[in-house]
């Protein structure tokens, strides 16, 4: 037999592979199986695995015979059948551990009660979509009847737990000492008969208060941003306690929020209106007979407007507050007129406007119960133009021991310069 | 060196093994049996006998160490003459391919 291993040159000079091609016929001196033999395939595995093959020569396949194979095949069967039962057990232990094992042995009458619902407007499960919407649920707290996409809200406040539970209760103790200095002022200054009024409205506003949440999200926050406070249109609201202080508007709280952009005047009181003047721009929109609530410098309306809803309402005396601002911090002066009398006293909210520059005003607000904060709540407004004014209005301001001057004149020039 | 008759034999076992799991072969022949066990009935046959042991045992108390010791013999024995055969068949291919010349 020719060498295996051995690439040799052939005779014509040809380059031999080094190895010999394997034919049935050149069976390699170990091998000794019959079983083999017939093969022919083999020889390409044999390339392959050749040094597996050599290792396995090496551990003497010799002197294994065929029932060694057989015995090596029947364990290697036997480990797989034991492989099969052993998993079986494991999936039939499972079954019974988590309950499913004998669901198919379930009557065929149980069965038809969970057959799949096929039916329009149910879930398979045979539910009817939007059940809940409609339910009512009682309150364990209130034991009222709450319906049931409302509940959770509803127990928040109920319970008193939770973020907006806690800003209501917070925001109703400020409230209540605004609202018991506001009252003792009442009772010292005006009348008893006077009290009727506002005391009777007081109560009904106190009950409905309760029921209407200035809080709630719900409430348009729109106007909040814009000016200190916005008024509601439904006569019902804590207006009164309000504006029988003087100089303690700033708090928004008592207000509710106005969904709509407007005002209807109808309903305020004289008292309301005032205030509401001064803060804000306060024309009538020939549209929806409302009261604008932007600012007093509101660029939808002129300042001409302006005045002519102030006279309208308040008489000739009335004037546009940023100018008066300038009036005010001056003295507590009363000996002028009736009209100046009341300017002054509504007035003094309307250091709102201007007074963006904080350091001018601090002196000239002692006098007022405002303090800064109003004005550095302004400061957050980036208008150019009323920087300007406000630079003029505290060079007027700052004359102080002046008498109050005659509005008419100074007014139009600073607002020529900012139209 | 002279190494023993039964170290060279479980040597070969060994290697064996070891060739089975390298080239997927244990694998293919593990799911050769199943499915063919599935396929002439013996799971479900080893179904029935598994229910009967658990309502002997009580379906709280049933172990996996029962399950092993009641089962075990009765699915081997429950195998087909068929399938015992056929998986032989081609366990001693692949020996014949892989294990010796």
């Known amino acids: 037999m020719p060498p295996l291993s051995s690439g040799q040159q052939g005779g014509e000079g040809r380059w031999q592979p080094l190895e010999v091609p394997w034919t049935h016929t050149n069976i390699p001196p170990q091998c000794v199986q019959p079983c083999c033999r017939p093969l022919c395939y083999e020889q390409s595995e044999h390339r392959l695995h050749k040094s597996s093959q050599m290792k396995m020569e090496e551990m003497s396949l010799s002197g294994l015979d065929n029932s060694k194979l057989e015995a090596i095949a029947q364990e290697i069967y036997a480990d797989l059948v034991e492989d099969s039962c052993l998993g079986f057990c494991f999936e039939v232990h499972r079954a019974v551990k988590c309950g499913y094992f004998f669901l198919d042995d379930t009557d065929p009458e149980s069965m038809k009660d969970f057959e799949i619902v096929d039916q329009p407007g149910l879930d398979i499960f045979g539910q009817v979509f939007n059940q809940w919407k409609s339910k009512e649920c009682v309150c364990p707290n209130c034991s009222r009847s709450i319906a049931a996409s409302r509940f959770a809200p509803h127990l928040e406040k109920c319970l008193g737990m939770g973020r907006n539970s806690s800003r209501i209760a917070n925001r109703r103790i400020a409230n209540s000492n605004n609202m018991n200095k506001s009252e003792s002022d009442q009772e010292d200054n005006d009348d008893i008969n006077d009290n009727d009024w506002s005391y009777g409205s007081e109560k009904k506003a106190k009950k409905r208060k309760s029921d209407k949440n200035p809080n709630s999200p719900r409430r348009s926050k729109s106007l909040k941003h814009k000016n200190g406070f916005s008024v509601c249109t439904s006569a019902s609201n804590t207006l009164p306690l309000l504006f029988s202080s003087s100089g303690e508007l700033s708090n928004s709280d008592p207000f509710k929020y106005n969904n709509s952009t407007g005002i209807s005047y109808e309903t305020l009181g004289p008292e309301e209106l005032r205030s509401l003047l001064t803060t804000q721009c306060g024309v009538i929109s020939e549209h929806t007979k409302k009261m604008c609530t932007r600012s007093l410098r509101c660029p939808q309306h002129t300042d001409e407007q302006r005045r002519t809803v102030r006279i309208y309402f308040l008489g000739s005396s009335a004037v546009l507050p940023e100018v008066e601002s300038s009036l005010d911090n001056d003295s507590f002066d009363m000996t002028d007129s009736q009209a100046l009398i009341s300017r002054l006293q509504w007035d003094g909210s309307s250091d709102l406007s201007p007074s963006d520059s904080g350091s001018s005003k601090t002196s000239e607000n002692q006098g007022w119960g405002l303090g800064t904060n109003s004005s550095e709540s302004r400061k957050t407004k980036k208008k150019k133009s009323h920087l300007s004014l406000v630079g003029t209005a505290s060079g007027l301001g700052s004359n102080k021991k002046k008498k109050p001057k005659p509005p008419a004149p100074p007014t139009p020039s600073i607002y020529d310069d900012i139209n | ?101």
């Open chain 2, 1 to 101: 060196m002279v190494v023993s008759k039964m170290n060279k034999d479980a040597q070969m076992r060994a290697a064996i093994n070891q060739k089975l799991i390298e080239t997927g072969e244990r694998e293919r022949l593990k799911e050769l049996l199943r499915a063919k066990l599935i396929e002439c009935g013996w799971k479900d046959q080893l179904k029935a006998h598994c229910k009967e042991v658990i309502k002997e045992k009580g379906l709280e108390h049933v172990t996996v160490d029962d399950l092993v010791a009641e089962i075990t013999p009765k699915g081997r024995a429950l195998v087909p003459d068929s399938v015992k055969k056929e998986l032989l068949q081609r366990i001693r291919t692949f020996l014949a391919q892989h294990a010796s010349l």
